[in-house]
Each structure stands twice: as C-alpha cells, then as structure tokens.
C-alpha cells in the first residue's frame, strides 16, 4: 500500500517556510521545520514522501548542473548550511518512509526575479536559447534535444548521488 504526501518546495506552499534567510539560525528554522513536516507524515502512517526537488530548473540538493534554489536563501545559487535532499531522505529512511525526487521538468521561471542572473550555472546565462516565454512562464524548450538531455543529466545526478526511492 501506498500512502504518501507532495511536498512542495516553491513558493513556500509547504516548506521552506522560511525563504529568503541566509542565517545560520533561518537554515536551522528550516531544517526544523523539515524534521516536524516529516514527523507528521510519519504520524500519520505515511509510507512516502513526494519532495519537491527541482521547481524553477534549481536545486533543492547539491547539483553539478543547476544552481541552488531561491527559497533556501533568498538568492538564487545561494549556498545553503545543509543539503535539503540528504536531510530529508535520512529523516524519511530513519522513520521507515521512502523519498521519490519530484521535478518540474521544463519550468525556469514564473516572473523575472525568478532568473539567476548573476549564477554562472544558470540557464539564463549559460543556455539562454534554451528558454522560451510561453504565457508568462519561461520554460526549457522542449523541442530543443540539448533541452532534453539536459533533464535526464540531472535527473542522473540525483540518481547517482543520493539514495532516493523513486
């Protein structure tokens, strides 16, 4: 039986609560908070977690491709105190649930101060005819093969690097 929660990461629907905070008592906040948002789910017999890993072509996690999010620091590329994805998958595992990494794979951004543009890893600055405004939204083109095989790199990355279930 499968009994699991979405936990998104963008726009501090669930978690973090605290964007925008490069301090070490902010970082710490989060962390908290992520330790209860698990505790919860544990609490109430989930089995898994769906974590937002990947919202606007960043990382939730340390990635050799994409820049850090926004919403850990306040800055897109900001390094954060701690690794989002590690901590989550030893909060889950310790508590008998599995992690399943969940990307957005085609969304850069929903408005300009979304765009990392002083991050050298960032598509802006690194593949800017990657993006293609599509409604307001800018998106990875995803007509373009480079576009594609860039997703499944990172989907590898966090394949390679972290323990996740799914």
Same mark, same amino acid.
């Given at each position: 039986e499968? *009994?699991? %929660?979405?936990l ?45 890993? *990947? ?5 939730? !996690? ?8 926004? !919403? ?21 595992? %310790? *508590? ?11 969304? =850069? %951004? ?12 960032? =598509? ?22 480079? %576009? *594609?095989?860039?997703?499944?790199k /990172?989907?590898?990355?966090? /394949? ?7």
């Amino acid at each position: 039986e499968f *009994r699991a %929660a979405w936990l998104t990461t963008v726009w501090a629907i669930d978690w973090p609560t605290t964007h925008s905070s490069s301090s070490a008592s902010g970082q710490q906040k989060q962390q908290d908070e992520l330790v209860s948002l698990v505790d919860k789910m544990a609490n109430a017999n989930m089995n898994a977690v769906f974590f937002q890993v *990947r919202g606007f072509c960043d990382a939730m !996690y340390k990635s050799q491709y994409e820049p850090w999010s926004k !919403y850990l620091t306040g800055t897109r590329g900001g390094e954060p105190t701690y690794d989002p994805l590690q901590l989550i998958i030893d909060l889950a595992h %310790a *508590r008998g649930m599995e992690v399943h990494a969940w990307l957005n794979p085609y969304r =850069y %951004a929903s408005s300009d101060d979304t765009y990392g543009k002083n991050d050298p890893k960032d =598509y802006h600055n690194t593949h800017p005819e990657w993006l293609v405004n599509c409604e307001g939204i800018t998106i990875l083109n995803p007509s373009l093969p480079e %576009a *594609r095989e860039q997703i499944c790199k /990172v989907v590898a990355d966090i /394949v390679a690097n972290y323990d996740v279930d799914g």
